[in-house]
């Protein structure tokens, strides 16, 4: 008996941290995500070189958060907030001409957005297939449509546009199931600002895609 009761002990206290670490992920994912959306109002009438300056310094308070992980977890979760407000500066431009354009484009990728990471993060989340394949597959699939998008920049290419949005879509599903396996998989609380930033670069991507693609629509 006694040992079946430290088995269902160490389950509930494993389910417990699994918990904690999801909450406290979703929660640094909202408040990077409402980061983001300030920079985004604050930097409306940036200059293009500042919103360049910002979106440097956003890559690099990323890649910081890799090495302030091994060391403080307040450093980390500081760089995590830095990062989403520098990379909302950052493509401030960017969304304020969508606004401009087709404000209406803004709601429906947003809308899209949330739909396609409640699935399939609910997916990976609930799979038991192991997604690290998946990512690797990704990852390469990536790099591969970031020189695609080089070509285009070049190249007139008939829908061009719309397959790059749909290919970044799919590898992004990919990513965002890989995620989401992870968030179920760890119970390292320590860890949540990293697969915070992860989620929300996937929500980022996401609703840049949707973005263009129903912007491409109003224009047609």
Known sequence: MSGTT???MMGATARDGAH???SQTMAYVAATAGLFALGAYLGRDLSSGASIVAFFAALA???GMRFAARRSQGLTIGLLGAFGLLIGLGLS???NFY???DPRALWEAGGATALFIAGFGAGGYATRRDL???ARVCFWALLALIAFGIVLIFVNIPGGELIYSVLGLVIFAGFTMFDFQRLRRSQDVDSAPLLAASIFLDVLNV????LRIFSSQEGN
């Open 61 to 63: 308070c990323l890649f």
């Open 132 to 134: 690290a394949v998946v």
């Open 20 to 22: 904690v670490l999801f």
């Open 6 to 8: 430290d088995y269902r």
């Open 99 to 101: 606004a401009s354009a």
């Open 93 to 95: 431009m960017t969304l």
């Open 207 to 210: 609703f840049l895609f949707f």
